[in-house]
Nanobody, 118 residues
Framework: VQLVESGGGLVQPGGSLRLSCSAS????????MGWVRQAPEKEREGVAA?????????ADSVKGRFTISRDISKKPLYLYLQMNNLKPEDTGIYYC????????????WGQGTQVTVS
Protein backbone atom coordinates (compact mmCIF):
# COMPACT_ATOMS: atom_id res chain seq x y z
CA VAL A 1 0.00 0.00 0.00
CA GLN A 2 1.31 3.42 -0.95
CA LEU A 3 -0.18 6.60 0.49
CA VAL A 4 1.02 9.95 -0.86
CA GLU A 5 -0.22 13.22 0.63
CA SER A 6 -0.16 16.65 -0.95
CA GLY A 7 -1.68 20.07 -0.40
CA GLY A 8 -0.02 21.23 2.79
CA GLY A 9 1.53 24.65 3.18
CA LEU A 10 1.53 27.94 5.03
CA VAL A 11 -1.78 29.71 5.55
CA GLN A 12 -3.00 32.60 7.68
CA PRO A 13 -5.50 32.07 10.50
CA GLY A 14 -9.00 31.88 9.07
CA GLY A 15 -7.74 30.50 5.79
CA SER A 16 -8.38 27.18 4.08
CA LEU A 17 -6.40 24.28 2.70
CA ARG A 18 -7.34 21.06 0.99
CA LEU A 19 -5.20 18.01 1.57
CA SER A 20 -5.19 15.10 -0.87
CA CYS A 21 -3.97 11.55 -0.50
CA SER A 22 -3.59 9.08 -3.32
CA ALA A 23 -3.85 5.50 -2.16
CA SER A 24 -2.73 2.57 -4.26
CA UNK A 25 -1.36 -0.93 -4.05
CA UNK A 26 -4.37 -2.74 -2.61
CA UNK A 27 -8.12 -2.91 -2.76
CA UNK A 28 -8.66 0.01 -0.45
CA UNK A 29 -12.31 0.70 -1.11
CA UNK A 30 -13.14 -1.81 1.62
CA UNK A 31 -10.86 -0.21 4.19
CA UNK A 32 -11.44 2.49 6.72
CA MET A 33 -9.23 5.55 6.37
CA GLY A 34 -8.56 8.84 8.06
CA TRP A 35 -6.30 11.78 8.70
CA VAL A 36 -3.97 11.91 11.67
CA ARG A 37 -2.30 15.08 12.90
CA GLN A 38 0.89 15.48 14.87
CA ALA A 39 1.27 18.92 16.37
CA PRO A 40 4.68 20.09 17.60
CA GLU A 41 5.63 18.36 20.86
CA LYS A 42 2.30 16.49 20.96
CA GLU A 43 1.24 12.94 20.25
CA ARG A 44 -0.46 12.02 17.04
CA GLU A 45 -4.25 12.36 17.09
CA GLY A 46 -6.88 11.21 14.67
CA VAL A 47 -8.78 14.26 13.43
CA ALA A 48 -11.09 12.86 10.74
CA ALA A 49 -12.21 9.36 9.85
CA UNK A 50 -14.23 7.78 7.08
CA UNK A 51 -15.58 4.25 7.18
CA UNK A 52 -16.33 1.74 4.44
CA UNK A 53 -19.94 2.90 4.24
CA UNK A 54 -18.83 6.51 3.84
CA UNK A 55 -19.82 7.59 7.32
CA UNK A 56 -17.53 10.19 8.86
CA UNK A 57 -16.44 11.30 12.30
CA UNK A 58 -14.27 14.11 13.60
CA ALA A 59 -12.28 15.14 16.61
CA ASP A 60 -14.08 17.79 18.65
CA SER A 61 -11.29 20.28 17.92
CA VAL A 62 -12.01 20.27 14.17
CA LYS A 63 -15.73 19.52 14.06
CA GLY A 64 -17.57 22.01 11.85
CA ARG A 65 -14.35 23.19 10.21
CA PHE A 66 -12.85 20.09 8.58
CA THR A 67 -14.51 17.75 6.07
CA ILE A 68 -13.17 14.36 5.05
CA SER A 69 -14.19 12.79 1.76
CA ARG A 70 -13.02 10.16 -0.67
CA ASP A 71 -13.23 9.23 -4.33
CA ILE A 72 -13.28 5.46 -4.81
CA SER A 73 -14.53 5.61 -8.39
CA LYS A 74 -11.09 5.24 -9.92
CA LYS A 75 -7.60 4.05 -9.17
CA PRO A 76 -5.72 5.22 -7.31
CA LEU A 77 -8.32 5.94 -4.69
CA TYR A 78 -8.23 9.51 -3.34
CA LEU A 79 -8.83 10.74 0.19
CA TYR A 80 -9.34 14.43 0.91
CA LEU A 81 -9.41 16.74 3.90
CA GLN A 82 -10.96 20.17 3.41
CA MET A 83 -9.83 22.44 6.21
CA ASN A 84 -11.61 25.76 6.73
CA ASN A 85 -11.27 28.52 9.31
CA LEU A 86 -7.82 27.27 10.19
CA LYS A 87 -6.35 28.15 13.56
CA PRO A 88 -2.73 28.26 14.76
CA GLU A 89 -3.41 25.14 16.84
CA ASP A 90 -4.12 23.25 13.62
CA THR A 91 -0.42 23.47 12.79
CA GLY A 92 1.25 20.10 12.41
CA ILE A 93 2.11 17.25 10.12
CA TYR A 94 -0.96 15.62 8.62
CA TYR A 95 -0.81 11.93 7.75
CA CYS A 96 -3.12 9.95 5.55
CA UNK A 97 -3.83 6.59 7.17
CA UNK A 98 -5.45 3.25 6.54
CA UNK A 99 -6.85 2.18 9.89
CA UNK A 100 -8.64 -0.68 11.55
CA UNK A 101 -12.35 0.11 11.37
CA UNK A 102 -13.76 1.28 14.66
CA UNK A 103 -10.39 2.38 16.00
CA UNK A 104 -7.35 4.53 15.40
CA UNK A 105 -5.07 1.55 15.08
CA UNK A 106 -3.27 2.46 11.86
CA UNK A 107 -2.17 -0.22 9.42
CA UNK A 108 -0.55 2.01 6.82
CA TRP A 109 0.82 5.56 6.97
CA GLY A 110 1.60 8.18 4.38
CA GLN A 111 4.76 10.24 4.62
CA GLY A 112 2.88 13.29 5.93
CA THR A 113 2.41 16.84 4.74
CA GLN A 114 3.18 19.95 6.79
CA VAL A 115 0.42 22.45 7.57
CA THR A 116 1.44 25.71 9.21
CA VAL A 117 -1.14 28.27 10.31
CA SER A 118 0.52 31.56 11.16
Amino acid sequence: VQLVESGGGLVQPGGSLRLSCSASGYTLSGFCMGWVRQAPEKEREGVAAIDTDGSTSYADSVKGRFTISRDISKKPLYLYLQMNNLKPEDTGIYYCAVRVCGSWSVRYWGQGTQVTVS
